[in-house]
C-alpha cells in the first residue's frame, strides 16, 4: 500500500456523539480526498483538499466537517453522528501531477452508530 | 481491510472471454476519466485512465475506450481471468476543481472457472 493509514479501522459510536476519522500519509501528496462507501451507493465524495488549509466540499458534505492543518493529514469529522452516517469511510491521496491521476486508497474505516 | 456488500450490476464471464464493463458519465468539464478495481475487503485500485481529449488507450490486457458524444466509457479486459474479479468503478477527475475527483456506479464481475 501507499503510505496512507486511517484510524481507527473500527468504531462504534453513539448517536449524538461527535466523531473524527484520521487520514495520515508518509507521500507527501499534495491531494486528498475523504468518501464513504454504501450498499447501492458506491463511492460517494464527502470533502476533499487540495492544500494545506484548502479544502472543498464534495457530494455529501452535510453533518461533515474537514481539517487539514499540515500536508499529512486529513481528519474527517462527524459533528453529532446518525445512523445514516454508518458506512465505511475511505481516504485517499493522489499526486500534484497533470500527467498521473492515479489515486491511492486507505484501507477504510467502517463506522456503526447506534 | 473493510468491504460493503453492494447491490450492484453484475457480469459474469467465462475465464478466458473478454469483458466490458460500461459507464455513463455527467460532467463534460472533467479532464480524465478512469476506472478503479476494488477487491473484497480492500481499498479501490487504479487501473486505467485516460485523458478527455483522447478515445482510445491501451494497457496491459485492459483498454479504455471514451465516447464524449453520448457521455460513455467503457473497459474492456482481455482473456479474463480469476483475479479479475473484483468490483470495477469509473470515476471523473476536474483539474478545475481541485482535482476533485467523483466516482460513479460500480459493477460487480464475477469470472466462473
Known amino acids: 500500500d501507499a503510505g496512507i493509514t486511517q484510524s481507527p479501522r473500527h468504531k462504534v459510536t453513539e448517536t449524538g456523539t461527535p466523531v473524527t476519522l484520521r487520514c495520515h500519509q508518509t507521500?507527501?501528496?499534495?491531494?486528498m480526498y475523504w468518501y464513504r462507501q454504501d450498499p447501492g451507493h458506491g463511492l460517494r465524495l464527502i470533502h476533499y483538499s487540495y492544500g494545506v488549509k484548502d479544502t472543498d466540499k464534495g457530494e455529501v458534505s452535510d453533518g461533515y466537517s474537514v481539517s487539514r492543518s499540515k500536508t499529512e493529514d486529513f481528519l474527517l469529522t462527524l459533528e453529532s453522528a446518525t445512523s445514516s452516517q454508518t458506512s465505511v469511510y475511505f481516504c485517499a491521496i493522489s499526486r500534484d501531477d497533470r500527467v498521473n491521476t492515479e489515486a491511492f486508497f486507505g484501507q477504510g474505516t467502517r463506522l456503526t452508530v447506534v | 481491510g473493510e468491504s460493503v456488500g453492494l447491490h450492484l450490476p453484475t457480469l459474469s464471464v467465462q475465464e478466458g472471454d473478454n469483458s466490458i464493463i460500461n459507464c455513463a458519465y455527467s460532467n463534460s468539464a472533467s479532464d480524465y476519466f478512469i476506472w478503479y478495481k476494488q477487491e473484497s475487503g480492500k481499498g479501490p485500485q487504479f487501473i486505467i485512465d485516460?485523458?478527455?481529449?483522447?478515445d482510445k488507450r491501451q494497457g496491459q490486457r485492459v483498454t479504455v475506450l471514451l465516447n464524449k458524444t453520448v457521455k460513455h466509457l467503457s473497459l474492456q479486459i482481455a482473456a479474463t481471468q480469476p483475479g479479475d474479479s473484483a468490483v470495477y468503478f469509473c470515476a471523473e477527475k476536474t483539474q478545475a476543481a481541485g482535482n476533485k475527483l467523483t466516482f460513479g456506479g460500480g459493477t460487480r464481475v464475477l469470472v466462473k472457472p
Open positions: 507521500e507527501n501528496h499534495r491531494y
Open positions: 485516460i485523458r478527455s481529449n483522447m
